[in-house]
């Protein structure tokens, strides 16, 4: 069973930066790739990036596509999530989740992180 536990969510002021981190854990048998959606107040929860677990390749939202990095470290089983640029409009819970597909999609996660609250002030 894999566990995924999220850090680094925190207040930011417009323009700033933020990275998040995803440690994983437990057996990954059936995890293809990983990725990070968010869910702002009121609002449906999205796609944010993907990364193959192979980290062969990526995958953004076309509004963070420039601004945020997604990437991994194999050798501490950490996905990462990089967030420059930041808009009032990125506020959200952002989760880490672990998926059977690529491209990732919502359908195909089978294990979620708790969530990890991220808010940009302007």
């Known amino acids: 069973q894999v566990t995924l536990v999220e850090s680094g969510g925190g207040q930011v002021q417009a323009g700033g930066s933020l990275r998040l981190s995803c440690v994983v854990s437990g057996r990954t048998l059936y995890t293809y790739a990983m990725g990070w959606f968010r869910q702002a107040p009121g609002k449906e929860r999205e796609f944010v990036a993907g990364i193959m677990w192979t980290g062969s390749s990526t995958d953004y939202r076309n509004s963070v596509k420039g601004r945020f990095t997604i990437s991994r470290d194999n050798t501490k089983n950490t996905v990462y999530l990089q967030m420059n640029s930041q808009k009032p409009e990125d506020t959200a819970v952002y989760y880490c989740?672990?998926?059977?597909?690529?491209?990732?999609?919502?359908?195909?996660?089978?294990?979620w992180g708790q969530g990890t609250l991220v808010t940009v002030s302007s």
């Open positions: 989740a672990a998926s059977s597909s690529w491209p990732v999609k919502e359908g195909y996660i089978h294990r």
